[in-house]
């Protein structure tokens, strides 16, 4: 083959691979036309191949021939490249682009639940008197929700019909007592606890009354503690909760659990409502923890956290608070 066949077939060659190379549409095909001309075993090492039989004049004219075609390639190549990664950029941007003139897809904010914000405002209140939030299981054993708080077998609260027996003798329990009992299995006095949590009562549901509900219990054990430092306790915290000018009563009772026991009512409404139950700790249940009742004295109070909620917002029925009622809801 002579120096001027090869010419010619390095110009077809070139005037080949530019065209191809204009109508690549995509990255990969451009990648394929660069193998497939400028490869080790592309069309142009093919050419080269027949340089062996030239003359030695002609070697030079004919590779420099050659090193035209392939910067001419390479170049066509990279502009190629360039333009096809810029028309991939612009297509992205295309498809990506924010109108920012539309509105946009709005989600609506959650409100916290009554039941919800009523517990937050009255942990609250007692953190800032020194207390410390304490959680237990809603499923308990009898010895925990009845015997080591100084309830007896033949106490109405474990009838039938006001507890809810699992098997294996569990039930759910009936009040958060049963956390006060385990906190003081493992701490020792001084110790100061409010237990918020979900009870279960078998009880018939009506405008006050329901078989599920939330109650908040607080529990003082130190040296020198009395019923004034109870009833001061309870004073503050109603007075935090309600206003400094509410009414507070406070009712002798009974309660398995503490002596002497006391309701307490505020005056809403013009009414008496009663919203609480309280005492001083029975030794029994001290004695039941490992406590030196001849040492240590306690108070405890249980709040009705419905009930609270219900007096905070004035509401008429407690079965509001469960129905997930939208229109109620939004109110708070």
Same mark, same amino acid.
């Given at each position: ?24 549409? %995509? ?5 394929? =036309? ?68 539309? *509105? ?9 639940? *009554? ?37 007896? *077998? ?51 549901? %009506? ?21 004034? %430092? ?55 249940? =001290?004695?039941?923890?490992?406590? %030196? ?35 109620? =809801?939004?109110?708070?």
């Amino acid at each position: 083959m002579s120096a001027s066949d090869l010419e010619r077939e390095l110009a077809d060659l070139k005037q080949t691979a530019i065209a191809a190379i204009a109508t690549a549409a %995509d990255l990969d095909r451009l990648e394929q =036309l660069r193998v497939q001309f400028l490869g080790k075993k592309g069309q142009l090492s093919q050419v080269l191949r027949g340089m062996g039989k030239l003359s030695t004049d002609e070697r030079p004219r004919v590779g420099a021939r050659a090193n035209d075609v392939k910067q001419a390639l390479q170049t066509s190549l990279e502009g190629a490249r360039n333009n096809l990664e810029a028309a991939a950029i612009a297509a992205q941007l295309a498809s990506e682009t924010l109108d920012v003139t539309l *509105p946009g897809v709005g989600r609506p904010l959650g409100r916290k639940h *009554p039941l919800n914000s009523t517990i937050d405002r009255m942990i609250e209140i007692f953190i800032g008197l020194g207390y410390t939030v304490a959680e237990g299981s809603e499923i308990e054993t009898d010895y925990y929700n009845f015997e080591a708080l100084n309830t007896p *077998p033949d106490h109405p609260a474990r009838d039938m019909q006001d507890t809810f027996y699992l098997p294996g003798g569990k039930l759910l329990r009936t009040h958060t007592s049963s956390v006060q009992i385990r906190y003081m299995e493992r701490h020792a006095p001084p110790i100061r606890i409010a237990a918020p949590g979900r009870v279960y009562r078998r009880d018939t549901v %009506d405008a006050t009354h329901s078989a599920v509900f939330h109650q908040l219990e607080i529990l003082s054990v130190e040296e020198g503690l009395s019923f004034t %430092d109870l009833r001061g306790t309870i004073v503050e915290f109603l007075r935090q909760m309600f206003g400094t000018e509410l009414e507070v009563r406070f009712r002798a009772s009974y309660f398995p659990f503490t002596e002497p026991s006391a309701e307490v009512d505020v005056r809403w409404q013009g009414k008496w409502l009663e919203v609480l139950g309280c005492g001083m700790v029975d030794p029994n249940v =001290l004695k039941a923890v490992g406590y %030196d009742p001849e040492r240590y004295t306690g108070f405890a109070a249980g709040f009705g956290v419905e009930r609270f909620a219900m007096v905070l917002h004035r509401m008429d029925d407690i079965r509001r608070l469960y129905a997930s009622d939208l229109r109620f =809801l939004r109110q708070f």
